[in-house]
Structure formats: C-alpha cells, structure tokens
C-alpha cells in the first residue's frame, strides 16, 4: 500500500510540476503567498519557544519586527515577490561574476565550456535584471523543475522497490525449502 501511494504522490507531483511550469504567474504568487504563511507559522513557533524555554531577556523587538514583515508578506503579496525577485536576480547576477571570475583566474585553455556558460549566466543575469517578467518565469520554472524532480524520485524509489521485492522473492522460497 505504502508503494501505491509513492507512485500516486509521484504522479500528483509530477502533475503539479507540469501545471507550474506552464502557469509560472500563478506559481510565483502561490510561492509568495506560501512564503508569507510560512513566516507567520515560524514568528508564532519562536514566540512558543522563547516562552516556554524562558529565554531571558525577551527579544520583543524580534517577534514585533517579525510579525510586521510576516504581515506585510500577507498584506501586500506584490511587495513580497518583488523582494524574493530582485532577492534573486542579484544573488544570480553575484554568483555569475564570481563564477565567471574564478574562469578567467584559472586560465582559458583549459576551461573554454565553462567560461562560455559563465558568461552566458552574466549576460542572462543582466536580462533578469533588466525584465523582471524573465526572472520571475525563471524562478517558477526552477520551483516547477524541482517539483517534477521530487515527483519522478517518489515515481522510481516505488519501482526500484517494488523490483527489489521481485527478485528477492525467489531467494526467499529458496530459503524456505
């Protein structure tokens, strides 16, 4: 039974990847709207743990700081994916010129393909900077990707499993004669 719901929390999985790579509007609100919830969840499991640990002093400048951005996440879900867009456009962009310049302090000879792809990861990075509708598409293809990733692993660990039960059967009867 446990196998069978692998294979259908695969397949819905991997259903809901294909969904979010071609609806990545949707995707990049729904990922706000879950970052916000998941903040307000975390500020209210801090405040439990700060009380019922009796940490002293109270950090009631961190829980109200907290509670504000966790707020404003919900209140003002444009404002969030805003912030997790040029989050990422520029933490892209920084990894990218540092990619590209570790390239070049190792010499080119010997690493042409990896210059040209940082390079190109430069040259995308400024896209992304410049046309915050390709980040965004960039970063919900990213989320839909891992999503159809997570999908096929639950689809092959049920079938690798269920063939490892098909082969150890016949050394199992051959024990038991």
């Known amino acids: 039974m446990a196998r069978f ?4 929390f695969g397949v819905v999985f991997f259903l809901f990847g294909i969904y979010m790579w071609n609806n990545p509007t949707e995707t990049f609100i729904t990922y706000s709207f879950y970052l916000g919830l ?3 969840i975390w500020t209210i499991i801090t405040i439990f743990y700060i009380f019922r ?4 002093p109270v950090p009631y400048g961190n829980i109200i700081v907290s509670i504000i951005i966790s707020i404003a996440i919900l209140a003002l879900p444009m404002f969030s994916i805003a912030m997790v867009l040029w989050t990422f456009v520029f933490i892209f962009l920084i990894s990218a010129i ?3 310049r570790n390239v070049i302090k190792n010499g080119l000879k010997s690493h042409l393909l990896q210059f040209i792809l940082a390079c190109i990861a430069v040259i995308y ?3 992304m900077l410049f046309n915050p509708i390709v980040a965004g598409n ?3 293809k990213i989320l839909a990707f891992f999503v159809i990733m997570n999908g096929i692993s639950y689809i092959f660990s049920s079938i690798i499993d269920l063939s ?5 059967e016949p050394t199992r009867q ?3 004669s």
């Open 5 to 8: 719901l692998n294979i259908l």
């Open 38 to 40: 998941l903040y307000v």
């Open 53 to 56: 640990k009796k940490i002293r």
């Open 98 to 100: 540092y990619y590209l």
């Open 125 to 127: 990075g400024f896209v």
């Open 138 to 140: 960039t970063i919900a």
């Open 164 to 168: 490892l039960i098909h082969i150890s």
């Open 174 to 176: 051959a024990e038991i």
